[in-house]
């Protein structure tokens, strides 16, 4: 699990750094910005009399003497922003509701690559509960064990594991302004529980991207994935090959050239992602994860996105459809 945890904080550290700027309020910067200004005008104004009367002050030393109260105006105006921003930083804390959104779909239907997007967008972190089990299988921890052979032949990890593992995360410092959950509520025992755990501090889930896609697509997309372990990032053979693929006399990719972009460090295939565990998988969605959406539509929370189009086009309508309206 710590990797994945330790994706999010990277993310969480950006965040704060963003939020600070971002939420600076545009009058605390214009008078920030006019402070320093009328500052170093009047600094100017100065030196100039100075130098009428005082015919000895060269022109290095004014334009050193220049340099060096414009710098002074920018700390000083960097620091005064820096505290007006703190403290808006810690009003968004103490009243705002956190974000807590859904990424709602079958195996294949886009998630992961439209949640790195939405990660990206919203500044809050992506919560898989598919790369935490895969962690946890990594490290051979007793969940890991237990949850192992349940995942490689594509069948749900019991909701008690989940439900606690959840619970967990997301009192985790990254969540403060909040979350995204891709892969969990599975169940509609663990859509009751997520919404009483939430509930518990007076919070819900206040938008469900909802990912359509026929069911022939998602065989193609599933059985071509390749991914990168620390980053959770997802490549495709045919759809996103990575820039260092190449194929062999088959026509098939060479294992050892699939690297991810980023890192250059090797790329691998999921234990699940085969078309025999696809079957059990997408089973298990259409009996037990499908009820979980009605069950939040009632709540008149769910947006739905045709996710079958290609990955610029769902991102176009993922994108529109985040904004509050
Ligand atoms: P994913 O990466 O979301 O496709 O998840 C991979 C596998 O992890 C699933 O096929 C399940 O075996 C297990 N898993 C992930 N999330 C859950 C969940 N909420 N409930 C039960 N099993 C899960």
Same mark, same amino acid.
């Given at each position: 699990m ?7 904080? #990277? ?22 910005? $006019? ?23 060269? $022109? ?23 505290? #007006?921003?703190?403290? +808006? ?7 705002? %509701?956190? #974000? ?6 079958? %195996?294949? @239907? ?25 962690e946890a299988v990594a490290q051979g921890t007793a969940v890991g064990k237990r $949850? ?42 663990? *859509? ?6 939430? @509930? ?7 938008? +469900?991207? *909802?990912?359509?896609? *026929? ?5 193609? /997309? ?10 959770? /990032?997802?490549?495709? +053979? ?16 060479? %294992? ?20 025999? $565990? ?13 009820? +979980? ?19 610029? *086009? ?10 509050? #309206?």
């Amino acid at each position: 699990m710590a990797a994945a945890w330790a994706r999010s904080q #990277k993310r969480s550290s950006r965040n704060v750094a963003i939020a600070k700027t971002s939420q600076m309020p545009p009058r605390t910067f214009l008078a920030t910005a $006019a402070a320093t200004g009328a500052g170093v005008l009047t600094w100017g104004a100065t030196q100039q009399q100075q130098h009428q009367t005082r015919c000895d002050v060269d $022109a290095a030393s004014l334009a050193g003497g220049l340099v060096g109260g414009l710098a002074a105006g920018a700390v000083g105006g960097y620091m005064l922003g820096k505290s #007006k921003a703190d403290a +808006v930083e810690a009003k968004y804390d103490k009243y705002w %509701p956190r #974000k807590i959104m859904l990424l709602f779909g079958a %195996p294949g @239907a886009g998630k992961g690559t439209q949640g790195e997007k939405i990660v990206d967008e919203l500044d809050i972190p992506q919560l898989s509960t598919g790369d935490m089990l895969r962690e946890a299988v990594a490290q051979g921890t007793a969940v890991g064990k237990r $949850a192992k052979a349940v995942m490689e032949a594509g069948g749900l990890v019991s909701d008690d594991i989940l439900i606690a593992m959840i619970a967990e995360r997301i009192q985790a410092p990254d969540c403060s302004k909040g979350f995204i959950l891709d892969g969990m509520p599975r169940t509609l025992v663990q *859509a009751k529980a997520v919404d009483e755990m939430l @509930a518990k501090t007076g919070e819900n889930i206040s938008l +469900v991207m *909802a990912f359509d896609v *026929a069911p022939e697509i998602l065989e193609e /997309r599933i059985c071509g994935r390749w991914m990168h372990k620390a980053s959770g /990032r997802s490549f495709h +053979v045919k759809f996103r090959p990575p820039k260092s693929m190449k194929l062999g006399p088959d026509g098939k990719p060479i %294992p050892e050239s699939m690297k991810d972009d980023e890192t250059g460090e090797p790329l691998y295939q999921r234990a699940d992602d085969t078309a025999e $565990a696809l079957k059990k998988r997408l089973k298990g969605y259409n009996d037990q994860t499908l009820p +979980v959406l009605e069950h939040y539509r009632g709540k008149g929370i769910v947006r739905t996105v045709d996710a079958g189009k290609d990955m610029k *086009a769902v991102w176009a309508e993922v994108s529109a459809k985040l904004v509050n #309206k």
